[in-house]
């Protein structure tokens, strides 16, 4: 797809996130949080499954030739063959956030093509936030006034403000990391950093990619495990703020792993190319 048809995926896409999350925050707002355990252990709700089936029913009607790769689907063994472009959805990604009472979950869809993510929206619909990119190369965001019922909302009517990922830090590096999901070999790469750590921001979901391409942050490490679901939206919005995403040791960070279900391996997010290269270059010195 050409930076015309993205921007015009993003006005289709925008109000079927906006709804998915109307349904996510209905949820939360009532408490009905409970949560069953899927066959990985990990936790899923009605919103999760309720906001999928609305996100799938309208990405056949707006893209009916691209296939989906989606969280609860997968989880059922529904599991389609993709070929060089697919959606990646996840209809409710910080999970153990949503059931613990915090509003930083989000709503993600992202596009793949030839293994990039090159379309990307995440709403948090409790922070009444949207990540959007416009094209390959710009990205923005906007404030929904909560409550909200969203309906069809189109792009055009949200207040769009352009984002950008900082280039170098000027007072020390502010690093965001996951709330739910830390590991020590996170905390060793931290420690091993050769610049200082001015600032630490533990925050849930893909709202961690968000904050590096909006310029609040400059480093996201994470050395768990993910899956490609959670990371394609916030990785298309952090690439197109101007930020990139590389595999621990420095691959580029691909997606269409169908042989290993879609298991992503550990990355880490940067807010430019000029700060990989100062990590990269101190490192190897």
Request: with cysteine.
């Amino acid at each position: 797809m050409d930076d015309n048809e993205l921007r015009a995926l993003a006005s289709k896409l925008t109000g079927t996130v906006l709804r998915a999350g109307a349904v996510t925050l209905h949820y939360f707002k009532n408490e009905a949080q409970d949560a069953t355990r899927k066959a990985d252990g990990s936790p899923v709700t009605l919103a999760d499954q309720e906001a999928e089936v609305l996100i799938l029913d309208d990405l056949k009607k707006v893209a009916p030739d691209i296939p989906v790769i989606a969280e609860e689907a997968v989880s059922r063994g529904e599991v389609p063959e993709v070929g060089s472009r697919f959606f990646l959805v996840d209809p409710l990604d910080g999970t153990r956030e949503f059931t613990g009472g915090s509003g930083e979950f989000t709503v993600n869809i992202g596009l793949i093509e030839n293994g990039e993510p090159v379309f990307g929206i995440v709403y948090a619909p409790a922070l009444g936030d949207i990540y959007v990119t416009l094209g390959r190369n710009e990205a923005a965001m906007a404030k929904v006034p909560l409550p909200r019922d969203p309906g069809d909302q189109e792009l055009s009517p949200l207040d769009l403000t352009r984002i950008e990922a900082r280039a170098v830090a000027q007072d020390g590096l502010t690093v965001v990391a996951s709330r739910s999901h830390g590991t020590s070999e996170g905390e060793s790469y931290l420690e091993g950093l050769p610049l200082p750590v001015a600032g630490r921001r533990n925050i849930g979901s893909s709202l961690k990619f968000c904050l590096v391409a909006r310029g609040e942050a400059d480093l996201y490490p994470r050395h768990g495990p993910t899956m490609e679901w959670d990371t394609a939206a916030g990785h298309a919005v952090l690439r197109a703020a101007g930020g990139l995403v590389t595999t621990v040791d420095g691959r580029p960070f691909r997606y269409g792993k169908s042989e290993t279900g879609y298991r992503n391996t550990g990355f880490i997010a940067y807010s430019s190319k000029t700060l990989r290269e100062r990590l990269t270059r101190a490192t190897s010195d």
